[in-house]
């Protein structure tokens, strides 16, 4: 099987795909995170929700700062706006996660009594961060069937997503016909936000820490700042006051959502952008270095070499010798 393009994420790791179209805003995937780098996808956001299952292998979700495991049978849902990423736990065979995104917009008008009375109370509420349906509650099991109904009409009849569809067997494509699928897709949105409303008191309320959103505001200032002056001689100090905070508080912000310190991060994101214009422009690899930050080209072609494990000439055509 094919590994998956790298998650196209813009200075914010906001994900940059569109979800579906404006006129249907659904879309869905399956991923295999074994195929992924690292096992892992990256800490990314997007406004839509999401629901992702887990149907082999067992998955850590970082949500903000915080982490959940999402085990085989069980689908978590992610509120709009969060921080998250996903990592598999095992490494001894692959990690297959159908998901989609939606708009909440695609059940009801953001104006209507419907959004109002019967999503608004689970969309983008800070003390719903997330749930965890697991198939040993009844209504968290029909919760699941009629969710992975959805998966097999968008597997059938949907948009393809822009990521390598990896297979999904599992799910009976061949026992279902439809003439009319956005329609059974919203049926069954519909009687999904249903279940929520009907069992709303059951639902864990997990309110995100009171410095949660301050310190993600925080970090996508800093981000912000490091996209603008990637190319300049940065410090953690030049960071840290582009959020108006200490340079020991920057250091957590990036440790608690990136695990890595804010110069290893500023390195990071200059190799990702070498490898845009090296791959992109005729510039030379010197040339390339120095627009990056490099201001050393041994340094950058050694420090390029450590994350890619090619050095620049390589990676820009790979027919070169190495």
Not at 86 to 107: H, K, M, W
Request: glycine letters at 4%.
């Amino acid at each position: 099987m094919q590994e998956n393009p790298t998650m196209p994420l813009n200075h914010l790791l906001r994900e940059m795909l569109p979800c579906g179209s404006a006129s249907f805003p659904i879309q869905y995937y399956v991923d295999n995170l074994s195929l992924c780098s690292n096992r892992t996808v990256p800490l990314h956001w997007h406004p839509e929700l999401e629901f992702f299952s887990v149907t082999k292998g067992s998955v850590n979700v970082q949500i903000g700062s915080g982490n959940v495991l999402v085990s085989e049978g069980e689908t978590i849902l992610i509120n709009g706006n969060l921080l998250h990423g996903y990592r598999q736990v095992t490494e001894s065979s692959d990690c297959i996660c159908p998901n989609v995104l939606f708009a909440g917009s695609l059940i009801a008008p953001l104006t209507s009594d419907i959004y109002n009375k019967y999503l608004f109370p689970f969309l983008y509420q800070s003390d719903l961060p997330y749930i965890i349906f697991s198939p040993g509650i009844e209504w968290h099991q029909q919760m699941i069937k009629t969710l992975f109904h959805i998966y097999t009409l968008l597997s059938k009849y949907g948009a393809e997503g822009s990521y390598v569809k990896h297979s999904d067997d599992f799910l009976p494509k061949d026992t279902i016909s439809s003439d009319c699928f956005e329609l059974e897709i919203l049926q069954d949105l519909c009687h999904i936000f249903q279940l929520l409303y009907t069992h709303k008191d059951e639902l864990p309320r997990t309110d995100l820490p009171k410095n949660e959103l301050t310190s993600q505001i925080r970090l996508k200032r800093m981000l912000e700042y490091i996209e603008s002056h990637f190319a300049e001689k940065l410090s953690v100090e030049k960071i840290a006051a582009s959020a108006s905070i200490s340079r020991s508080e920057a250091d957590r912000c990036f440790q608690k959502y990136c695990h890595l310190s804010p110069m290893k991060y500023v390195t990071r994101h200059r190799i990702e952008q070498a490898k845009l214009l090296l791959r992109s422009t005729s510039l030379s690899v010197k040339e390339i270095g120095f627009q990056c930050g490099f201001q050393d080209t041994s340094y950058f072609v050694k420090t390029f070499r450590k994350y890619m494990a090619v050095s620049p000439s390589k990676y820009k055509n790979p027919s070169s010798p190495d």
